[in-house]
Protein backbone atom coordinates (compact mmCIF):
# COMPACT_ATOMS: atom_id res chain seq x y z
CA UNK A 1 0.00 0.00 0.00
CA UNK A 2 1.13 3.18 -0.35
CA UNK A 3 1.44 6.09 2.39
CA UNK A 4 -0.70 9.15 2.22
CA UNK A 5 0.55 11.98 0.98
CA UNK A 6 3.46 13.34 3.69
CA UNK A 7 2.65 17.03 4.35
CA UNK A 8 4.55 16.49 7.97
CA UNK A 9 6.52 19.31 9.03
CA UNK A 10 9.66 18.56 7.66
CA UNK A 11 13.25 20.36 8.63
CA UNK A 12 13.98 22.63 5.91
CA UNK A 13 16.88 21.32 3.84
CA UNK A 14 19.76 22.83 1.52
CA UNK A 15 22.52 21.48 -0.66
CA UNK A 16 25.40 23.91 -0.84
CA UNK A 17 26.55 22.08 -4.65
CA UNK A 18 23.86 20.32 -6.93
CA UNK A 19 24.70 19.01 -10.03
CA UNK A 20 21.87 18.29 -12.72
CA UNK A 21 22.41 16.04 -15.07
CA UNK A 22 20.02 16.58 -17.64
CA UNK A 23 18.54 19.88 -18.10
CA UNK A 24 15.01 19.28 -20.06
CA UNK A 25 11.99 19.72 -19.02
CA UNK A 26 11.93 18.13 -15.15
CA UNK A 27 15.66 18.76 -15.16
CA UNK A 28 15.99 22.83 -15.69
CA UNK A 29 12.53 23.21 -13.79
CA UNK A 30 14.03 21.83 -10.59
CA UNK A 31 16.97 24.00 -10.92
CA UNK A 32 14.48 26.86 -11.14
CA UNK A 33 12.55 26.02 -7.82
CA UNK A 34 15.48 24.89 -6.06
CA UNK A 35 17.55 28.37 -7.08
CA UNK A 36 13.84 30.32 -6.32
CA UNK A 37 13.38 28.88 -3.12
CA UNK A 38 17.33 28.68 -1.75
CA UNK A 39 17.38 24.46 -1.93
CA UNK A 40 20.68 24.74 -4.01
CA UNK A 41 23.67 27.45 -3.22
CA UNK A 42 25.02 26.39 -6.29
CA UNK A 43 24.00 24.61 -9.07
CA UNK A 44 26.21 23.27 -12.07
CA UNK A 45 24.42 21.45 -15.33
CA UNK A 46 25.71 18.60 -17.34
CA UNK A 47 23.80 16.70 -20.20
CA UNK A 48 24.72 15.40 -23.88
CA UNK A 49 22.60 18.24 -25.50
CA UNK A 50 24.45 21.73 -25.41
CA UNK A 51 21.17 23.40 -26.64
CA UNK A 52 19.29 22.20 -23.62
CA UNK A 53 22.44 23.78 -21.21
CA UNK A 54 22.88 27.05 -22.78
CA UNK A 55 18.55 27.40 -22.30
CA UNK A 56 19.15 26.19 -18.92
CA UNK A 57 22.34 28.58 -18.24
CA UNK A 58 20.20 31.47 -20.18
CA UNK A 59 16.77 31.38 -18.20
CA UNK A 60 18.69 30.73 -14.88
CA UNK A 61 18.28 27.42 -14.37
CA UNK A 62 21.85 26.55 -13.75
CA UNK A 63 24.26 28.66 -12.98
CA UNK A 64 26.94 27.16 -14.91
CA UNK A 65 28.16 24.78 -17.15
CA UNK A 66 30.03 21.70 -15.77
CA UNK A 67 31.95 18.37 -16.29
CA UNK A 68 31.22 15.11 -14.20
CA UNK A 69 35.31 15.27 -13.57
CA UNK A 70 35.19 18.69 -12.09
CA UNK A 71 32.06 18.71 -10.15
CA UNK A 72 30.66 15.06 -9.28
CA UNK A 73 32.99 14.92 -6.37
CA UNK A 74 32.29 18.22 -4.22
CA UNK A 75 28.39 17.90 -5.42
CA UNK A 76 25.97 17.37 -2.40
CA UNK A 77 22.90 16.13 -4.29
CA UNK A 78 23.11 15.12 -8.02
CA UNK A 79 20.07 15.03 -9.95
CA UNK A 80 19.72 12.80 -12.68
CA UNK A 81 16.99 13.82 -15.39
CA UNK A 82 17.35 11.66 -18.51
CA UNK A 83 15.50 9.61 -20.32
CA UNK A 84 15.47 6.32 -18.30
CA UNK A 85 17.62 4.08 -20.24
CA UNK A 86 20.82 6.00 -19.96
CA UNK A 87 20.58 6.15 -15.92
CA UNK A 88 22.86 2.86 -15.81
CA UNK A 89 25.67 4.27 -18.32
CA UNK A 90 25.45 8.16 -16.61
CA UNK A 91 25.77 6.43 -13.21
CA UNK A 92 28.67 4.54 -14.42
CA UNK A 93 30.44 8.04 -15.51
CA UNK A 94 29.35 9.41 -11.62
CA UNK A 95 30.81 6.59 -9.86
CA UNK A 96 34.78 7.02 -10.29
CA UNK A 97 34.13 10.57 -9.01
CA UNK A 98 31.45 10.44 -6.02
CA UNK A 99 32.24 11.22 -2.64
CA UNK A 100 30.38 8.73 0.31
CA UNK A 101 28.25 12.05 1.77
CA UNK A 102 26.78 12.91 -2.11
CA UNK A 103 23.05 12.31 -2.90
CA UNK A 104 21.77 11.25 -6.00
CA UNK A 105 18.09 11.20 -7.00
CA UNK A 106 16.29 10.35 -10.37
CA UNK A 107 13.11 11.72 -11.50
CA UNK A 108 12.08 8.92 -14.31
CA UNK A 109 8.53 8.07 -15.35
CA UNK A 110 9.90 4.04 -13.96
CA UNK A 111 11.68 2.48 -11.36
CA UNK A 112 12.02 -1.38 -11.05
CA UNK A 113 14.46 -0.85 -14.10
CA UNK A 114 15.94 3.01 -12.75
CA UNK A 115 16.60 0.73 -9.71
CA UNK A 116 17.96 -1.96 -11.27
CA UNK A 117 20.47 0.15 -13.20
CA UNK A 118 21.71 2.03 -10.05
CA UNK A 119 22.62 -1.31 -8.31
CA UNK A 120 24.29 -2.57 -11.24
CA UNK A 121 26.04 1.06 -11.83
CA UNK A 122 26.70 1.79 -7.94
CA UNK A 123 26.79 -1.72 -6.62
CA UNK A 124 27.53 -1.05 -2.43
CA UNK A 125 27.14 2.27 -2.98
CA UNK A 126 23.75 2.36 -4.29
CA UNK A 127 22.42 3.39 -0.85
CA UNK A 128 23.24 7.18 -2.20
CA UNK A 129 20.79 6.90 -4.91
CA UNK A 130 17.13 7.98 -4.13
CA UNK A 131 14.78 7.27 -7.03
CA UNK A 132 12.16 9.85 -7.21
CA UNK A 133 9.15 10.12 -9.76
CA UNK A 134 7.73 13.67 -10.00
CA UNK A 135 4.43 13.85 -11.64
CA UNK A 136 4.80 16.91 -13.72
CA UNK A 137 5.51 17.35 -16.81
CA UNK A 138 3.97 17.80 -20.12
CA UNK A 139 3.81 17.49 -24.19
CA UNK A 140 6.03 20.37 -24.12
CA UNK A 141 9.84 19.46 -22.83
CA UNK A 142 13.50 21.12 -22.90
CA UNK A 143 14.99 23.66 -20.78
CA UNK A 144 12.70 26.65 -22.13
CA UNK A 145 9.40 24.96 -21.25
CA UNK A 146 10.81 24.86 -17.56
CA UNK A 147 8.88 26.63 -15.22
CA UNK A 148 9.83 27.21 -11.29
CA UNK A 149 6.39 26.02 -9.89
CA UNK A 150 6.01 22.88 -11.81
CA UNK A 151 6.09 20.42 -8.68
CA UNK A 152 3.75 22.89 -6.70
CA UNK A 153 0.89 21.02 -5.62
CA UNK A 154 1.41 17.95 -7.23
CA UNK A 155 2.52 14.81 -6.81
CA UNK A 156 6.22 13.53 -5.74
CA UNK A 157 6.37 9.13 -5.73
CA UNK A 158 9.64 8.24 -3.62
CA UNK A 159 10.53 4.13 -3.76
CA UNK A 160 13.28 4.34 -1.17
CA UNK A 161 15.30 0.60 -1.65
CA UNK A 162 16.33 -0.90 2.13
CA UNK A 163 19.66 0.62 1.21
CA UNK A 164 18.74 4.01 1.88
CA UNK A 165 19.09 4.97 5.15
CA UNK A 166 16.21 7.48 6.44
CA UNK A 167 18.69 10.74 6.95
CA UNK A 168 19.21 10.53 3.03
CA UNK A 169 15.86 9.41 2.30
CA UNK A 170 14.44 12.32 4.97
CA UNK A 171 16.50 15.07 2.54
CA UNK A 172 15.21 13.99 -0.12
CA UNK A 173 11.48 14.13 1.38
CA UNK A 174 12.47 17.85 2.80
CA UNK A 175 13.06 18.97 -0.63
CA UNK A 176 10.53 18.10 -2.34
CA UNK A 177 7.83 19.13 0.54
CA UNK A 178 9.77 22.79 0.13
CA UNK A 179 8.77 22.70 -3.08
CA UNK A 180 5.29 22.01 -1.78
CA UNK A 181 4.81 18.41 -3.36
CA UNK A 182 3.17 16.05 -2.16
CA UNK A 183 4.95 13.64 -1.16
CA UNK A 184 3.61 9.40 -1.44
CA UNK A 185 6.10 6.21 -0.82
CA UNK A 186 5.17 3.19 -2.25
CA UNK A 187 7.50 0.08 -3.74
CA UNK A 188 9.00 0.53 -7.40
CA UNK A 189 6.73 -2.49 -8.37
CA UNK A 190 3.74 -1.00 -7.48
CA UNK A 191 4.79 2.32 -9.14
CA UNK A 192 5.54 0.77 -11.85
CA UNK A 193 2.11 -0.87 -11.84
CA UNK A 194 0.15 2.22 -11.06
CA UNK A 195 1.44 4.45 -13.82
CA UNK A 196 1.31 1.84 -16.37
CA UNK A 197 -2.64 2.40 -16.27
CA UNK A 198 -2.66 5.83 -15.57
CA UNK A 199 -0.05 7.08 -17.86
CA UNK A 200 1.74 4.81 -19.97
CA UNK A 201 -1.27 3.54 -21.82
CA UNK A 202 -3.01 6.65 -22.29
CA UNK A 203 0.53 8.03 -23.75
CA UNK A 204 0.46 5.01 -26.36
CA UNK A 205 -3.26 5.12 -27.20
CA UNK A 206 -2.58 8.59 -27.71
CA UNK A 207 0.18 8.35 -30.19
CA UNK A 208 -1.37 5.83 -31.82
CA UNK A 209 -4.86 8.26 -32.47
CA UNK A 210 -2.02 10.92 -34.31
CA UNK A 211 -0.39 8.18 -36.40
CA UNK A 212 -3.61 7.35 -38.12
CA UNK A 213 -4.68 10.66 -38.99
CA UNK A 214 -1.51 11.56 -39.65
CA UNK A 215 -1.03 8.48 -41.81
CA UNK A 216 -4.52 9.17 -43.23
CA UNK A 217 -4.88 10.16 -47.34
CA UNK A 218 -7.30 12.89 -45.93
CA UNK A 219 -5.14 13.74 -43.34
CA UNK A 220 -5.22 17.68 -43.56
CA UNK A 221 -9.07 17.97 -44.01
CA UNK A 222 -9.50 15.33 -40.93
CA UNK A 223 -6.90 18.03 -38.55
CA UNK A 224 -8.68 20.79 -39.72
CA UNK A 225 -11.92 19.70 -38.39
CA UNK A 226 -9.92 18.20 -35.49
CA UNK A 227 -12.65 20.35 -32.32
CA UNK A 228 -11.01 21.04 -28.65
CA UNK A 229 -11.79 16.85 -27.57
CA UNK A 230 -8.89 15.84 -30.50
CA UNK A 231 -6.92 18.87 -29.01
CA UNK A 232 -6.81 17.16 -25.27
CA UNK A 233 -7.16 13.84 -26.27
CA UNK A 234 -3.59 13.93 -28.67
CA UNK A 235 -2.14 16.58 -26.13
CA UNK A 236 0.29 14.01 -24.74
CA UNK A 237 1.07 13.06 -28.18
CA UNK A 238 3.84 15.61 -28.33
CA UNK A 239 5.69 14.60 -25.49
CA UNK A 240 9.65 13.37 -26.28
CA UNK A 241 9.55 10.55 -28.40
CA UNK A 242 12.66 9.59 -26.65
CA UNK A 243 11.62 9.59 -22.99
CA UNK A 244 8.40 7.57 -23.92
CA UNK A 245 10.62 5.12 -25.89
CA UNK A 246 12.67 4.63 -23.19
CA UNK A 247 9.47 4.43 -20.36
CA UNK A 248 7.97 1.76 -22.74
CA UNK A 249 10.48 -0.44 -23.05
CA UNK A 250 11.40 -0.11 -19.27
CA UNK A 251 8.00 -1.32 -18.35
CA UNK A 252 7.32 -3.11 -21.12
CA UNK A 253 5.51 -6.10 -18.95
CA UNK A 254 2.69 -3.78 -16.85
CA UNK A 255 2.01 -1.82 -19.94
CA UNK A 256 1.27 -5.02 -22.05
CA UNK A 257 -0.94 -6.23 -19.20
CA UNK A 258 -2.55 -3.35 -18.98
CA UNK A 259 -3.15 -3.49 -23.12
CA UNK A 260 -4.81 -6.57 -22.94
CA UNK A 261 -7.03 -5.06 -20.52
CA UNK A 262 -7.83 -2.11 -22.84
CA UNK A 263 -8.17 -4.52 -25.47
CA UNK A 264 -10.93 -6.01 -23.63
CA UNK A 265 -13.00 -3.50 -23.12
CA UNK A 266 -12.36 -1.88 -26.73
CA UNK A 267 -13.44 -5.54 -28.07
CA UNK A 268 -16.81 -5.26 -25.86
CA UNK A 269 -17.64 -1.98 -27.18
CA UNK A 270 -16.54 -3.05 -30.53
CA UNK A 271 -19.10 -5.74 -30.65
CA UNK A 272 -21.95 -3.63 -29.03
CA UNK A 273 -21.11 -1.20 -31.81
CA UNK A 274 -21.31 -4.06 -34.72
CA UNK A 275 -24.68 -5.15 -33.06
CA UNK A 276 -26.11 -1.75 -32.49
CA UNK A 277 -26.11 -2.33 -29.13
CA UNK A 278 -27.30 0.81 -28.02
CA UNK A 279 -28.13 -0.49 -24.48
CA UNK A 280 -25.04 -1.94 -23.49
CA UNK A 281 -23.14 1.21 -24.84
CA UNK A 282 -24.43 3.95 -22.52
CA UNK A 283 -24.35 1.04 -20.09
CA UNK A 284 -20.48 1.30 -20.78
CA UNK A 285 -20.71 5.47 -21.49
CA UNK A 286 -22.94 6.09 -18.27
CA UNK A 287 -20.05 4.59 -16.04
CA UNK A 288 -17.14 5.88 -17.33
CA UNK A 289 -18.52 9.42 -17.44
CA UNK A 290 -19.73 9.11 -13.95
CA UNK A 291 -16.58 8.10 -12.89
CA UNK A 292 -15.06 10.99 -14.91
CA UNK A 293 -17.29 13.64 -13.32
CA UNK A 294 -16.69 12.24 -9.87
CA UNK A 295 -13.15 12.02 -9.96
CA UNK A 296 -11.36 15.14 -8.24
CA UNK A 297 -8.45 15.23 -11.23
CA UNK B 1 -14.08 18.33 -51.04
CA UNK B 2 -14.74 20.87 -48.45
CA UNK B 3 -14.91 24.18 -48.90
CA UNK B 4 -12.91 26.57 -47.37
CA UNK B 5 -14.24 28.45 -44.51
CA UNK B 6 -16.85 31.21 -45.49
CA UNK B 7 -15.79 34.45 -43.99
CA UNK B 8 -17.42 36.24 -46.48
CA UNK B 9 -19.54 39.45 -45.42
CA UNK B 10 -23.17 37.98 -44.99
CA UNK B 11 -26.21 40.15 -45.03
CA UNK B 12 -27.33 40.06 -41.20
CA UNK B 13 -30.24 37.85 -40.23
CA UNK B 14 -32.70 37.84 -37.97
CA UNK B 15 -36.18 36.07 -36.78
CA UNK B 16 -38.76 36.89 -34.79
CA UNK B 17 -39.43 33.91 -33.11
CA UNK B 18 -37.31 31.03 -32.66
CA UNK B 19 -38.12 27.93 -30.88
CA UNK B 20 -35.85 25.61 -29.16
CA UNK B 21 -35.95 21.72 -28.95
CA UNK B 22 -33.95 20.69 -26.48
CA UNK B 23 -31.97 23.18 -24.62
CA UNK B 24 -29.17 21.42 -23.23
CA UNK B 25 -25.64 22.89 -23.77
CA UNK B 26 -25.44 23.13 -27.23
CA UNK B 27 -29.45 24.58 -27.33
CA UNK B 28 -29.16 26.87 -24.18
CA UNK B 29 -25.80 28.58 -25.27
CA UNK B 30 -27.18 29.38 -28.78
CA UNK B 31 -30.24 30.67 -27.18
CA UNK B 32 -27.80 33.16 -24.80
CA UNK B 33 -25.82 33.81 -28.23
CA UNK B 34 -28.96 34.18 -30.65
CA UNK B 35 -30.10 36.81 -28.18
CA UNK B 36 -27.45 38.58 -27.33
CA UNK B 37 -26.70 39.17 -30.85
CA UNK B 38 -30.40 39.92 -31.36
CA UNK B 39 -30.83 37.54 -34.14
CA UNK B 40 -34.01 36.24 -32.03
CA UNK B 41 -36.28 38.28 -31.06
CA UNK B 42 -38.12 35.54 -28.94
CA UNK B 43 -36.97 32.13 -27.71
CA UNK B 44 -39.22 29.90 -26.75
CA UNK B 45 -37.41 26.50 -25.43
CA UNK B 46 -39.35 22.77 -25.19
CA UNK B 47 -37.90 19.66 -24.43
CA UNK B 48 -38.53 16.73 -22.15
CA UNK B 49 -36.58 17.54 -19.27
CA UNK B 50 -38.03 20.13 -17.35
CA UNK B 51 -35.21 21.03 -15.07
CA UNK B 52 -33.36 21.85 -18.56
CA UNK B 53 -36.28 24.03 -19.68
CA UNK B 54 -36.21 25.07 -16.24
CA UNK B 55 -32.48 26.34 -16.01
CA UNK B 56 -32.38 27.59 -19.38
CA UNK B 57 -35.11 30.33 -18.49
CA UNK B 58 -33.38 30.72 -15.32
CA UNK B 59 -30.07 31.66 -17.43
CA UNK B 60 -31.72 34.21 -19.99
CA UNK B 61 -31.53 31.32 -22.41
CA UNK B 62 -35.09 30.89 -23.44
CA UNK B 63 -37.71 33.94 -22.58
CA UNK B 64 -40.62 31.06 -21.76
CA UNK B 65 -41.41 27.25 -21.95
CA UNK B 66 -43.77 26.26 -24.91
CA UNK B 67 -45.12 23.78 -26.89
CA UNK B 68 -45.23 22.33 -30.09
CA UNK B 69 -49.14 22.93 -30.34
CA UNK B 70 -48.79 26.35 -29.60
CA UNK B 71 -45.35 27.52 -30.69
CA UNK B 72 -44.44 25.17 -34.05
CA UNK B 73 -46.97 27.55 -35.98
CA UNK B 74 -45.92 30.83 -36.12
CA UNK B 75 -42.14 30.07 -35.82
CA UNK B 76 -39.61 31.18 -37.96
CA UNK B 77 -36.85 28.97 -37.00
CA UNK B 78 -36.62 25.96 -35.06
CA UNK B 79 -33.57 24.43 -33.31
CA UNK B 80 -33.54 21.14 -32.39
CA UNK B 81 -30.52 19.76 -30.10
CA UNK B 82 -31.24 16.47 -28.94
CA UNK B 83 -29.37 13.57 -28.92
CA UNK B 84 -29.28 12.48 -32.84
CA UNK B 85 -31.68 9.13 -32.33
CA UNK B 86 -34.72 11.24 -31.23
CA UNK B 87 -34.31 13.16 -34.42
CA UNK B 88 -37.11 11.50 -36.56
CA UNK B 89 -39.58 11.66 -33.47
CA UNK B 90 -39.26 14.71 -33.22
CA UNK B 91 -40.00 16.27 -36.51
CA UNK B 92 -42.64 13.94 -37.08
CA UNK B 93 -43.98 16.08 -33.99
CA UNK B 94 -43.42 19.27 -35.45
CA UNK B 95 -44.92 18.31 -38.86
CA UNK B 96 -48.63 18.80 -38.39
CA UNK B 97 -47.81 22.28 -37.11
CA UNK B 98 -45.37 23.68 -39.85
CA UNK B 99 -45.57 26.73 -41.77
CA UNK B 100 -44.00 26.66 -45.34
CA UNK B 101 -41.73 29.86 -44.25
CA UNK B 102 -40.49 28.04 -41.31
CA UNK B 103 -37.10 26.77 -41.60
CA UNK B 104 -35.49 23.83 -39.25
CA UNK B 105 -31.81 23.52 -38.17
CA UNK B 106 -30.42 20.26 -36.30
CA UNK B 107 -27.26 20.44 -34.44
CA UNK B 108 -26.38 16.90 -34.22
CA UNK B 109 -22.74 15.58 -34.38
CA UNK B 110 -23.75 13.10 -37.01
CA UNK B 111 -25.22 14.07 -40.73
CA UNK B 112 -25.98 10.89 -42.90
CA UNK B 113 -28.67 9.29 -40.44
CA UNK B 114 -30.23 12.73 -39.41
CA UNK B 115 -30.80 13.54 -42.71
CA UNK B 116 -32.16 10.19 -43.42
CA UNK B 117 -34.80 10.56 -40.61
CA UNK B 118 -35.60 13.96 -42.25
CA UNK B 119 -36.44 12.70 -45.12
CA UNK B 120 -38.49 9.84 -43.37
CA UNK B 121 -40.27 12.97 -40.94
CA UNK B 122 -40.82 15.85 -43.09
CA UNK B 123 -40.78 13.87 -46.92
CA UNK B 124 -41.78 16.88 -49.36
CA UNK B 125 -40.89 19.71 -46.86
CA UNK B 126 -37.64 18.31 -46.18
CA UNK B 127 -36.02 21.31 -48.16
CA UNK B 128 -37.07 23.38 -45.11
CA UNK B 129 -34.57 21.48 -42.66
CA UNK B 130 -30.93 22.28 -43.06
CA UNK B 131 -28.42 20.09 -41.17
CA UNK B 132 -25.72 21.35 -38.92
CA UNK B 133 -23.06 20.43 -36.45
CA UNK B 134 -21.49 23.41 -34.86
CA UNK B 135 -17.62 21.55 -33.51
CA UNK B 136 -18.28 23.00 -29.88
CA UNK B 137 -19.78 21.54 -26.65
CA UNK B 138 -17.22 19.93 -23.80
CA UNK B 139 -17.73 17.11 -21.73
CA UNK B 140 -20.20 19.48 -19.11
CA UNK B 141 -23.39 18.83 -20.75
CA UNK B 142 -26.92 20.67 -19.67
CA UNK B 143 -28.17 24.20 -19.70
CA UNK B 144 -26.29 25.48 -16.80
CA UNK B 145 -23.04 24.81 -18.52
CA UNK B 146 -24.30 27.25 -21.36
CA UNK B 147 -22.00 29.91 -22.71
CA UNK B 148 -22.84 32.82 -24.86
CA UNK B 149 -19.64 32.54 -26.97
CA UNK B 150 -19.62 28.62 -27.04
CA UNK B 151 -19.49 29.25 -31.16
CA UNK B 152 -17.11 31.80 -31.01
CA UNK B 153 -14.16 31.10 -33.43
CA UNK B 154 -15.18 27.52 -33.69
CA UNK B 155 -16.35 25.86 -36.72
CA UNK B 156 -20.00 24.61 -37.80
CA UNK B 157 -20.33 22.33 -40.56
CA UNK B 158 -23.39 22.82 -42.60
CA UNK B 159 -24.16 19.46 -44.97
CA UNK B 160 -27.13 21.41 -47.33
CA UNK B 161 -29.50 18.66 -49.19
CA UNK B 162 -30.41 19.20 -52.76
CA UNK B 163 -33.76 20.10 -51.73
CA UNK B 164 -33.07 23.14 -49.64
CA UNK B 165 -32.66 26.01 -51.17
CA UNK B 166 -30.12 29.50 -51.37
CA UNK B 167 -31.86 31.67 -49.80
CA UNK B 168 -32.63 28.74 -46.81
CA UNK B 169 -28.98 28.00 -46.62
CA UNK B 170 -27.73 31.69 -46.75
CA UNK B 171 -30.14 32.64 -43.96
CA UNK B 172 -28.42 29.55 -41.67
CA UNK B 173 -24.94 30.81 -42.99
CA UNK B 174 -25.93 34.18 -42.13
CA UNK B 175 -26.87 33.38 -38.31
CA UNK B 176 -23.77 31.33 -37.92
CA UNK B 177 -21.21 34.17 -39.52
CA UNK B 178 -23.12 36.18 -36.60
CA UNK B 179 -21.94 34.31 -33.94
CA UNK B 180 -18.70 34.46 -34.95
CA UNK B 181 -18.37 30.73 -36.02
CA UNK B 182 -16.23 29.56 -39.49
CA UNK B 183 -18.28 27.75 -41.61
CA UNK B 184 -17.64 25.07 -43.71
CA UNK B 185 -19.79 22.77 -46.16
CA UNK B 186 -19.50 19.40 -47.37
CA UNK B 187 -21.51 16.42 -47.97
CA UNK B 188 -22.97 14.17 -45.24
CA UNK B 189 -20.80 11.46 -46.32
CA UNK B 190 -17.50 13.22 -45.96
CA UNK B 191 -18.89 15.12 -42.50
CA UNK B 192 -19.26 11.64 -41.01
CA UNK B 193 -16.19 10.16 -41.88
CA UNK B 194 -13.93 12.48 -40.90
CA UNK B 195 -16.14 12.96 -37.70
CA UNK B 196 -15.76 9.32 -36.66
CA UNK B 197 -11.58 9.96 -36.62
CA UNK B 198 -11.29 13.25 -35.23
CA UNK B 199 -14.11 12.88 -32.78
CA UNK B 200 -16.06 9.50 -32.35
CA UNK B 201 -13.36 7.31 -31.90
CA UNK B 202 -11.61 9.52 -30.03
CA UNK B 203 -14.44 9.14 -27.54
CA UNK B 204 -14.80 5.52 -27.45
CA UNK B 205 -11.35 5.51 -26.87
CA UNK B 206 -11.59 7.57 -23.44
CA UNK B 207 -14.80 6.30 -22.30
CA UNK B 208 -13.05 2.62 -22.56
CA UNK B 209 -9.93 4.02 -20.61
CA UNK B 210 -12.03 5.50 -17.56
CA UNK B 211 -13.60 1.82 -17.41
CA UNK B 212 -10.70 0.35 -17.09
CA UNK B 213 -9.58 2.13 -14.41
CA UNK B 214 -12.72 2.62 -12.58
CA UNK B 215 -13.33 -1.18 -13.02
CA UNK B 216 -9.77 -1.86 -11.72
CA UNK B 217 -9.33 -3.30 -8.30
CA UNK B 218 -7.17 -0.72 -6.99
CA UNK B 219 -9.05 2.15 -9.16
CA UNK B 220 -8.75 4.32 -5.94
CA UNK B 221 -5.17 4.49 -5.33
CA UNK B 222 -5.11 4.27 -9.68
CA UNK B 223 -7.39 7.51 -9.71
CA UNK B 224 -5.16 9.24 -7.01
CA UNK B 225 -1.87 8.91 -8.71
CA UNK B 226 -3.56 10.09 -12.33
CA UNK B 227 -2.01 13.55 -13.31
CA UNK B 228 -2.19 16.22 -16.10
CA UNK B 229 -1.97 13.52 -19.23
CA UNK B 230 -4.69 11.10 -17.82
CA UNK B 231 -7.20 14.34 -16.99
CA UNK B 232 -7.03 15.78 -20.70
CA UNK B 233 -7.09 12.54 -22.20
CA UNK B 234 -10.42 11.59 -20.34
CA UNK B 235 -12.09 15.03 -20.31
CA UNK B 236 -14.44 13.85 -23.30
CA UNK B 237 -15.31 10.98 -21.19
CA UNK B 238 -17.21 12.54 -19.33
CA UNK B 239 -19.46 13.67 -21.94
CA UNK B 240 -23.28 12.94 -22.45
CA UNK B 241 -23.60 9.07 -22.41
CA UNK B 242 -27.14 9.40 -24.37
CA UNK B 243 -25.99 11.60 -27.21
CA UNK B 244 -22.93 9.61 -27.38
CA UNK B 245 -24.84 6.39 -27.25
CA UNK B 246 -26.85 7.86 -30.58
CA UNK B 247 -23.96 9.23 -32.38
CA UNK B 248 -21.79 6.00 -31.81
CA UNK B 249 -24.94 3.83 -33.74
CA UNK B 250 -25.85 6.60 -35.97
CA UNK B 251 -22.42 6.74 -37.28
CA UNK B 252 -21.27 2.90 -36.42
CA UNK B 253 -20.33 1.75 -39.93
CA UNK B 254 -17.67 4.72 -40.31
CA UNK B 255 -16.65 4.20 -36.79
CA UNK B 256 -16.17 0.71 -37.01
CA UNK B 257 -13.83 1.30 -39.62
CA UNK B 258 -11.54 3.96 -38.25
CA UNK B 259 -11.58 1.46 -35.10
CA UNK B 260 -9.93 -1.06 -37.62
CA UNK B 261 -7.68 1.22 -38.80
CA UNK B 262 -6.58 2.48 -34.95
CA UNK B 263 -6.26 -1.69 -34.36
CA UNK B 264 -3.51 -2.19 -36.73
CA UNK B 265 -1.24 0.71 -35.37
CA UNK B 266 -2.16 -0.53 -31.73
CA UNK B 267 -1.48 -4.12 -32.75
CA UNK B 268 2.10 -3.26 -34.24
CA UNK B 269 2.88 -1.23 -30.99
CA UNK B 270 2.14 -4.55 -28.90
CA UNK B 271 4.43 -6.25 -30.99
CA UNK B 272 6.99 -3.49 -31.06
CA UNK B 273 6.97 -3.27 -27.35
CA UNK B 274 6.73 -6.75 -27.03
CA UNK B 275 9.86 -7.57 -28.93
CA UNK B 276 11.15 -4.56 -27.02
CA UNK B 277 11.68 -2.59 -30.34
CA UNK B 278 12.34 0.68 -29.29
CA UNK B 279 13.84 1.97 -32.70
CA UNK B 280 10.51 1.09 -34.10
CA UNK B 281 8.60 2.22 -31.67
CA UNK B 282 10.79 5.71 -31.18
CA UNK B 283 9.96 6.22 -34.84
CA UNK B 284 5.94 5.86 -34.29
CA UNK B 285 6.46 8.28 -30.95
CA UNK B 286 8.81 11.04 -33.16
CA UNK B 287 6.18 10.87 -36.39
CA UNK B 288 3.13 11.34 -34.15
CA UNK B 289 4.80 13.63 -32.07
CA UNK B 290 6.49 16.20 -34.98
CA UNK B 291 2.50 15.79 -35.83
CA UNK B 292 0.91 16.93 -33.03
CA UNK B 293 3.33 19.53 -32.59
CA UNK B 294 2.79 21.24 -36.10
CA UNK B 295 -0.71 21.09 -35.47
CA UNK B 296 -2.42 24.28 -34.92
CA UNK B 297 -4.98 22.80 -33.19
Same mark, same amino acid.
Given at each position: ???????? =???????????????????? &?????????? $??? &?? #?????????????????? $??????????????????? &???? &? !?????????????????? $??????????????? !???????????????????????????????????????????????? #????????????????????????????????????? =?????????????????????????????????? %??????????? $????????????????????????????? %????????????????????
Amino acid at each position: MTSSPSKT =LVANVAFNKVVLIGVGLIGA &SLGLALKNKK $IAQ &SL #VGCGRSQSNLDAALHIGA $IDSIGSFEKDICDADLIII &SVPV &S !KTQKILEGVLPHLQPSTL $IMDVGSTKSDVIAAA !KLALGEKVGQFIPAHPIAGGAKHGAFAAQEDLFLDRQVVLCPIQENTK #VATDRIEALWAQLGSNIYKMSAVQHDAIFATVSHLPH =LLSYALMLQVTNAEDASLKFRHAGAGFRDFTRIA %GSSPEMWRDIS $IANRASILKELDSYQQILDRMRTALQESD %GELLEKMFTQASLSRNNWEG
